[in-house]
């Protein structure tokens, strides 16, 4: 069949494609008995956004840069491996001419992966490939810890690609010639400087005097909020210094009654929750309590998310920043690990938070962030604390370790900052007498903390709670301690920032 879609839809007007396709109807395929069609089980593996953040980071090094450029109808750049034939009626309007007069319904062989076809993204995913890591061609290597994540060792670039978004980072004198290189192998538009990426913009700014790097998604956060108002009967959002309804604003009693927006309330907090994972860290916890309640929301969570898209509204100008100033030799990795231990009403399960950083003397840059409720009942402090450290330290900062060890040709430094004094103590020890009673997994998550610290770039150090960075993701905090909060993330308001005109 054939669609149109509205590309950059988050957009001002002006700024909106319409853009054309031809598309498998994957959802009547049938064999020739009738039957409904069986694919293979292949699945596409797109970079994530922490493998984008640590590329982007990557361009930001000094004598570095970033550019980006589309692949064009990239799916269809790949041959069709299906381990049947596929044969596929036409729409009408895709006859050539003069087969009006010799054909009712014609059939032809589907030869290239079209999109919509379930094994179209592996095909082409492994066309590209191939192509990357190629010895005779583009001579890259996969970076084992990101899919979709590509080193090239002679260049000393970096390559990421989300399905038909390639971006590349590291030395500028190295671009002209990759491209040119790849071009000859897949159909791509003409590179440009980094410019929007998975719907964020990312802007060279002036911060506090110095250049610096904002993420921003304002558009997309007023389309949020625009969203929500249509859906709830165009309740106006008001002014909110917090994500979090104030202590008492909740009736037990409204825990038991369902809620106005129980059946739109999953589309909204997704729309919030692609705002939160690329840009807007400040969100992803509120955002992933409500995500839990999806299946049985109340009145309550029509008040909690209700102050959660007035915060939106106040702070839709709002943008993370990121800046690399210093040699990349001056460069280490920061962890920041927090967890609140049964602090949620509903429920006695503690939250892990987690904040990756790249720091040096001048350089703050953030890679990846965590929240995330535990799936087991910790019985103390120091249980849950132990739990997120594991967590963030195994999901994100040891990968992240091993990818800028391969980037700067070098040790690299890990530094774990824990608010918990006898969690750092315990891990140290990797055995405690008071957690005698933790199950299996957790002993094996105190065992492996304490070997992964026992390397000598790695290390456990305590920081004091009014710098802990990752607090915001474990627990409400009070209006007096957000501002803070947002310091510390490098969560910024617009008007602070001064975009930098580039050429």
Aim: charged share 25%.
């Amino acid at each position: 069949m054939t669609i149109v879609s509205e590309k950059y839809a988050e957009l001002k007007e002006h700024l909106r494609v319409l853009k054309g396709r031809i598309v498998f109807r994957g959802d009547i395929v049938r064999d020739e008995n009738g039957a409904l069609g069986v694919f293979q089980n292949l699945a596409a593996n797109p970079t994530s956004v922490q493998g984008l953040n640590h590329c982007i980071a990557y361009g930001e090094l000094p004598g570095h840069k970033t550019t980006q450029a589309d692949a064009i109808k990239a799916y269809v750049q790949s041959i069709l491996k299906s381990k049947h034939k596929t044969w596929v009626s036409l729409p009408y309007e895709l006859w050539p001419k003069g087969w009006e007069k010799e054909f009712t319904k014609p059939v032809v062989l589907l030869i290239k992966s079209l999109y919509g076809h379930p094994e179209a993204g592996a095909h082409w995913e492994n066309h590209l490939t191939k192509i990357l890591i190629d010895p005779k061609i583009m001579k890259g290597e996969k970076v084992p810890e990101f899919p979709s994540v590509f080193f090239f060792q002679e260049s000393r670039l970096m390559l990421a690609v989300y399905v038909d978004d390639f971006t590349l980072s590291g030395p500028a004198e190295a671009h002209d010639a990759f491209w040119t290189l790849l071009e000859k192998h897949v159909d791509l538009e003409d590179y440009t400087p980094l410019g929007r990426v998975l719907g964020r913009q990312h802007v060279p700014v002036i911060f506090e005097g110095e250049r610096a790097l904002a993420f921003d998604m304002t558009e997309y956060a007023a389309q949020a909020c625009e969203l929500y108002t249509s859906l709830s009967g165009s309740k106006p959002l008001r002014k909110a210094a917090t994500p979090f309804v104030p202590d008492g604003s909740l009736c037990e009693a409204d825990d038991d009654v369902r809620g106005e927006l129980a059946g739109d309330a999953c589309s909204v907090l997704m729309k919030d929750l692609w705002l939160g994972r690329l840009a807007r860290p400040d969100l992803i916890k509120p955002i992933g309590f409500l995500a839990t309640q999806v299946q049985n929301w109340t009145v309550n969570c029509d008040k909690q998310l209700y102050r959660l898209m007035c915060y939106i509204h106040t702070t839709r100008d709002y943008q993370l920043v990121g800046r690399i100033l210093d040699p990349a030799d001056q460069l280490k990795l920061v962890l920041f690990v927090d967890a609140d231990f049964c602090g949620d009403r509903l429920h006695t399960k503690s939250t892990s938070g987690g904040f990756l950083v790249l720091v040096g003397p001048r350089s703050f840059f953030p890679l990846a962030w965590v929240s995330k409720t535990q799936t087991s009942t910790s019985r103390s402090t120091t249980e849950s604390e132990t739990i997120s450290l594991a967590h963030s330290l195994f999901l994100e900062a040891l990968p992240a370790l091993s990818l800028w060890e391969q980037l700067l040709n070098r040790t690299v430094e890990l530094w774990c900052l824990e608010d918990n004094e006898a969690t750092i103590k315990v891990v140290q020890k990797g055995f405690s007498a008071k957690l005698r009673h933790i199950g299996r997994v957790h002993k094996v998550n105190l065992g492996s903390l304490s070997e992964t610290f026992a390397e000598p770039n790695i290390m456990l150090m305590y920081v004091n709670t009014k710098e802990q960075a990752a607090d915001i993701f474990t627990k409400g905090l009070e209006a007096c301690k957000w501002q803070p909060a947002l310091d510390m993330l490098q969560i910024v308001p617009g008007h602070l920032l001064k975009p930098i005109k580039m050429g």
